[in-house]
């Protein structure tokens, strides 16, 4: 069975930074593509950032040069550092990794950060 666990979210205020976590098991997000995603109240959900088996990174505009997005292969796990940030970036913000093999797209719980002005 697959689960993504999400951690790190919170309260800050604009300008401060917070860092996300994405733990898994049941996959492994090295050979996969990861990434994270956004969902503001009243909004569709959106991509902040993906990294793919190779390492590549992309990132949705609104965050480039604020968000980074990577990966620790041994512990299995995604992280999001996100720095500068902005009440815009008030989400909840939920992992996910597409299995190579099935093509199935899993997702975490969430979890929320809510900046403040």
């Known amino acids: 069975q697959v689960q993504l666990v999400e951690l790190g979210g919170g309260l800050v205020q604009a300008g401060g930074s917070l860092r996300l976590s994405c733990a898994a098991s049941?996959?492994?997000?090295?050979?996969?593509?990861a990434g994270w995603y956004r969902q503001a109240p009243g909004k569709q959900r959106e991509l902040v950032a993906i990294?793919?088996?190779?390492?590549?990174?992309n990132y949705a505009d609104s965050v480039k040069g604020r968000f980074t997005i990577s990966r620790d292969n041994a512990k299995n796990t995604v992280y999001l550092q996100m720095n500068s940030l902005e009440p815009d970036d008030t989400a909840d913000y939920y992992c996910?990794?597409?299995?190579?093999?099935?093509?199935?797209?899993?997702w975490g719980k969430g979890t929320l950060v809510t900046v403040s002005s």
């Open positions: 996910n990794s597409r299995d190579m093999f099935s093509g199935t797209n899993y």
């Open positions: 049941g996959i492994i997000l090295g050979i996969n593509t």
């Open positions: 990294i793919t088996s190779a390492g590549s990174t």
